[in-house]
Protein backbone atom coordinates (compact mmCIF):
# COMPACT_ATOMS: atom_id res chain seq x y z
CA UNK A 1 0.00 0.00 0.00
CA UNK A 2 2.76 2.58 0.84
CA UNK A 3 4.52 1.81 -2.81
CA UNK A 4 0.58 2.88 -4.27
CA UNK A 5 0.71 5.54 -2.31
CA UNK A 6 4.44 6.77 -2.81
CA UNK A 7 3.53 6.42 -6.73
CA UNK A 8 0.60 8.89 -6.71
CA UNK A 9 2.18 11.22 -4.39
CA UNK A 10 5.17 11.22 -6.71
CA UNK A 11 2.93 11.91 -9.89
CA UNK A 12 1.00 14.67 -8.03
CA UNK A 13 4.92 16.40 -7.14
CA UNK A 14 6.01 15.58 -10.74
CA UNK A 15 2.30 17.32 -12.17
CA UNK A 16 2.81 20.46 -9.96
CA UNK A 17 6.56 21.28 -10.76
CA UNK A 18 5.52 20.97 -14.46
CA UNK A 19 2.87 23.67 -13.89
CA UNK A 20 5.49 25.56 -12.26
CA UNK A 21 7.96 25.39 -15.16
CA UNK A 22 5.04 26.28 -17.70
CA UNK A 23 4.06 29.27 -15.91
CA UNK A 24 7.41 30.51 -15.32
CA UNK A 25 8.09 30.30 -18.87
CA UNK A 26 4.82 31.52 -19.66
CA UNK A 27 6.16 34.44 -17.16
CA UNK A 28 8.95 35.22 -19.72
CA UNK A 29 7.43 34.49 -22.91
CA UNK A 30 3.67 35.42 -23.14
CA UNK A 31 3.96 39.39 -24.95
CA UNK A 32 1.49 41.20 -22.86
CA UNK A 33 1.36 42.29 -18.93
CA UNK A 34 -2.33 40.80 -18.47
CA UNK A 35 -0.75 37.25 -20.01
CA UNK A 36 2.35 37.18 -17.94
CA UNK A 37 0.43 37.89 -15.19
CA UNK A 38 -2.11 34.80 -15.99
CA UNK A 39 0.64 32.33 -16.18
CA UNK A 40 2.77 32.70 -12.97
CA UNK A 41 -0.65 33.07 -11.14
CA UNK A 42 -1.75 29.62 -11.66
CA UNK A 43 2.23 28.33 -11.46
CA UNK A 44 1.14 29.76 -7.86
CA UNK A 45 -1.88 28.54 -7.56
CA UNK A 46 -1.37 24.73 -8.77
CA UNK A 47 2.68 24.09 -8.31
CA UNK A 48 3.19 25.09 -5.14
CA UNK A 49 0.15 24.26 -3.97
CA UNK A 50 0.64 20.27 -5.19
CA UNK A 51 4.09 19.97 -3.61
CA UNK A 52 1.95 20.92 -0.18
CA UNK A 53 -0.57 18.83 -0.70
CA UNK A 54 2.10 16.23 -1.20
CA UNK A 55 3.96 17.29 1.69
CA UNK A 56 0.92 16.97 4.25
CA UNK A 57 -0.73 14.04 2.80
CA UNK A 58 2.75 12.11 3.27
CA UNK A 59 2.84 13.48 6.79
CA UNK A 60 -1.29 12.06 6.75
CA UNK A 61 0.39 8.73 5.57
CA UNK A 62 2.78 8.56 8.86
CA UNK A 63 -0.23 9.10 11.37
CA UNK A 64 0.26 13.03 11.91
CA UNK A 65 -1.74 15.82 10.77
CA UNK A 66 0.71 18.86 9.41
CA UNK A 67 -1.30 21.75 10.01
CA UNK A 68 1.34 24.00 8.42
CA UNK A 69 0.92 22.99 5.18
CA UNK A 70 -2.80 23.03 4.89
CA UNK A 71 -2.96 26.58 6.03
CA UNK A 72 0.09 27.91 3.65
CA UNK A 73 -2.30 26.00 1.03
CA UNK A 74 -5.44 27.31 1.95
CA UNK A 75 -3.44 31.24 1.70
CA UNK A 76 -2.08 30.39 -1.49
CA UNK A 77 -5.57 29.86 -2.86
CA UNK A 78 -6.84 32.49 -1.26
CA UNK A 79 -4.36 35.32 -2.01
CA UNK A 80 -3.28 34.53 -5.65
CA UNK A 81 -6.37 35.46 -7.61
CA UNK A 82 -6.79 38.36 -5.19
CA UNK A 83 -3.73 39.74 -6.02
CA UNK A 84 -3.63 39.35 -9.14
CA UNK A 85 -7.30 40.65 -10.04
CA UNK A 86 -5.67 43.75 -8.15
CA UNK A 87 -2.43 43.70 -10.57
CA UNK A 88 -4.95 43.25 -13.20
CA UNK A 89 -7.00 46.08 -12.65
CA UNK A 90 -3.78 48.39 -11.59
CA UNK A 91 -2.60 47.37 -15.40
CA UNK A 92 -6.34 48.41 -17.02
CA UNK A 93 -6.06 51.73 -15.42
CA UNK A 94 -2.94 52.12 -16.36
CA UNK A 95 -3.90 51.60 -20.05
CA UNK A 96 -1.04 48.57 -20.22
CA UNK A 97 -4.10 46.01 -20.97
CA UNK A 98 -4.65 44.71 -23.98
CA UNK A 99 -6.72 47.71 -25.78
CA UNK A 100 -9.61 45.12 -27.06
CA UNK A 101 -10.86 43.92 -23.75
CA UNK A 102 -13.42 41.88 -24.40
CA UNK A 103 -17.64 42.63 -24.01
CA UNK A 104 -18.89 42.45 -20.68
CA UNK A 105 -22.06 40.46 -21.67
CA UNK A 106 -24.20 42.69 -19.11
CA UNK A 107 -24.60 45.66 -21.27
CA UNK A 108 -22.20 47.67 -19.31
CA UNK A 109 -18.54 48.64 -18.88
CA UNK A 110 -15.68 46.98 -17.05
CA UNK A 111 -15.55 48.32 -13.55
CA UNK A 112 -12.53 49.49 -13.67
CA UNK A 113 -13.22 51.57 -16.98
CA UNK A 114 -16.58 52.63 -15.69
CA UNK A 115 -16.77 56.50 -15.61
CA UNK A 116 -16.93 57.66 -11.81
CA UNK A 117 -19.91 59.33 -10.27
CA UNK A 118 -20.11 61.60 -8.11
CA UNK A 119 -22.12 61.19 -4.97
CA UNK A 120 -25.43 63.18 -4.12
Not at 1 to 9: F, R
Request: proline content about 7%.
Amino acid sequence: MTLLLDLALSAVLVGGGLFALIGSYGLLRLPRPMQRLHAPTKATTIGVGAALLVSALDMLGQGRISWQELLITLFLLLTAPISALFLAKTLILRGEADPNLPATGTGSDWATLAPERADP
